[in-house]
């Protein structure tokens, strides 16, 4: 038996080509070995059957940005756990081919309160952390809101005005019924500079009790039909 040596080694010595470019061929999904794809060129191998695929070129894995439809029920930290092969969205149209390394330090930068549902953005891209952190209160978030309680005119215009969150002036809110179904009422809130908890202490004060929350849009990107529990890639031509 071939003494065990690292798969990134064996590639080398096949093509011929130097370590690092090896390296990049299997983290870009590019090698099989026996049949399956392996994308850790620290594997050990031995006298396995590696194949390269011949499209095959050295380039490094680029940073990419993930969309995921959060169900409810789960802290947006532990929400990167549902990143996961089996939870790609088959109507992913972004053309992006999946590798592991798509997957790994990828950073949440759009919290949501534990039992709302909707549009979560993980990146490893810093423009589009820098747009969603950094500049965080310039960027619109649309949410549906289901509550019980009055919604008279007046509530309406309360939740227009500039709320205070936290001790902090935020900007005002654009809120709307959407919908009316028996004693719950649907109110569409967009808003900058969204903070986890802030639509909660907005309907509180009036009397509202929020039974479900859901976001739908963030800047320019929308949920859609991403179905729950599901990801996307953020396509090429779209931005925050």
Same mark, same amino acid.
């Given at each position: ?186 109110? +569409?809130? $967009? !808003?900058? #500079?969204?903070? %986890? &908890? /802030?639509? *909660? ?18 800047? +320019?990107? $929308? !949920?859609? #039909?991403?179905? %729950? &529990? /599901?990801? *996307? ?8």
């Amino acid at each position: 038996m071939t003494e065990p040596v690292r798969l990134a080694r064996r590639v080398a010595e096949m093509l011929p080509c130097s370590r690092r470019e090896a390296e990049m061929l299997i983290e870009g999904g590019w090698v099989r070995v026996d049949g399956t794809v392996i994308e850790t060129p620290q594997t050990r191998v031995t006298d396995e059957t590696i194949v390269i695929d011949p499209q095959a070129r050295p380039q490094p894995v680029l940073p990419v940005t993930l969309l995921l439809h959060k169900p409810g029920g789960c802290d947006s930290d532990a929400a990167v756990e549902l990143l996961t092969p089996a939870n790609h969205w088959p109507g992913d149209t972004s053309g992006v081919r999946p590798l592991l390394r798509h997957r790994t330090r990828q950073t949440g930068v759009t919290p949501l309160e534990h039992d709302a549902t909707g549009l979560l953005v993980f990146t490893q891209e810093w423009p589009v952390r820098r747009k969603l952190e950094q500049d965080a209160a310039l960027v619109e978030h649309e949410v549906i809101v289901d509550v019980t309680g009055a919604v008279t005119p007046q509530t309406l215009h309360e939740l227009n005005r500039a709320p205070v969150v936290d001790g902090r002036a935020m900007l005002p809110a654009k809120v709307s019924i959407s919908r009316q179904v028996g004693d719950v009422t649907g109110l +569409r809130f $967009a !808003l900058k #500079g969204c903070h %986890p &908890g /802030q639509i *909660r202490q907005m309907c509180a004060p009036l009397g509202l009790t929020i039974v479900a929350m859901r976001r739908i849009r963030i800047g +320019r990107l $929308a !949920l859609a #039909g991403l179905p %729950p &529990g /599901q990801w *996307r890639y953020l396509g090429p031509f779209e931005r925050v």
